[in-house]
T-cell receptor, first 114, second 108 residues
Framework: GAGVSQSPRYKVAKRGQDVALRCDPI?????LFWYQQALGQGPEFLTY????????KSGLPSDRFFAERPEGSVSTLKIQRTQQEDSAVYLC????????????FGPGTRLTVT | GIQVEQSPPDLILQEGANSTLRCNFS?????LQWFHQNPWGQLINLFY???GTKQNGRLSATTVATERYSLLYISSSQTTDSGVYFC??????????FGSGTKLNVKP
């Protein structure tokens, strides 16, 4: 079956632009996670959804970052007024009910802010 | 949060060699996982192992929760094992803390 998909795969934004990154989780997966991975580093947690509820957003680095999952399936991570330090790969993962340890990751979106 | 330290940071192996990767974590956790990130950036879940030992083919993992470390063993390494291996720990199943990874290069 289809895995987690993310779009776009690559995004170049000029400093100050707003961007929106999309994640399509595996159908039926309740939990959805967003991570930020800087070059040469491990992923860092940004936020977590269970269905449409955003249960943890403690990892969002500033109020320029906003995530939503309005119908409990597709999620969008929005970054307003992008800065160069926002350049990273943004990873999305989903997991089924009761088996949150089985995280399935998407291929990521590589964001470059110039 | 949980501090996760991985060693070594880089590892070069000849095909067929064995290796051990280590992960130390700073707190008692309910969730410890190993991931492989291939050269194309795809993260694959290898083991969910908050304690004990598991094996899957040429890979095995052991976590000693009381001493706050986990080991990933790779036997008879193959070039396809190349990539970065990450350890991730969490208090529950929600917020994962990743280490900086061990970059493995298996040469033919």
């Amino acid at each position: 079956g289809a895995g987690v998909s993310q779009s776009p795969r690559y995004k170049v934004a000029k400093r100050g632009q707003d961007v929106a990154l999309r994640c399509d989780p595996i159908s039926g997966h309740v939990s959805l996670f967003w991570y930020q991975q800087a070059l040469g580093q491990g992923p860092e947690f940004l936020t977590y959804f269970q269905n449409e509820a955003q249960l943890d957003k403690s990892g969002l680095p500033s109020d320029r970052f906003f995530a939503e999952r309005p119908e409990g399936s597709v999620s969008t991570l929005k970054i307003q007024r992008t800065q160069q330090e926002d350049s990273a790969v943004y990873l999305c993962a989903s997991s089924p009910v009761g088996q949150a340890y089985e995280q399935y990751f998407g291929p990521g979106t590589r964001l470059t802010v110039t | 949060g949980i501090q996760v330290e991985q060693s070594p940071p880089d590892l070069i192996l000849q095909e067929g060699a064995n290796s051990t990767l280590r992960c130390n974590f700073s707190d008692s956790v309910n969730n410890l996982q190993w991931f492989h990130q291939n050269p194309w950036g795809q993260l694959i879940n290898l083991f969910y192992i908050p304690s004990g030992t598991k094996q899957n083919g040429r890979l095995s993992a052991t976590t000693v929760a009381t001493e706050r470390y986990s080991l990933l063993y790779i036997s008879s390494s193959q070039t396809t094992d190349s990539g970065v291996y990450f350890c991730a720990a969490a208090y529950n199943f929600n917020k994962f803390y990743f280490g900086s990874g061990t970059k493995l290069n298996v040469k033919p």
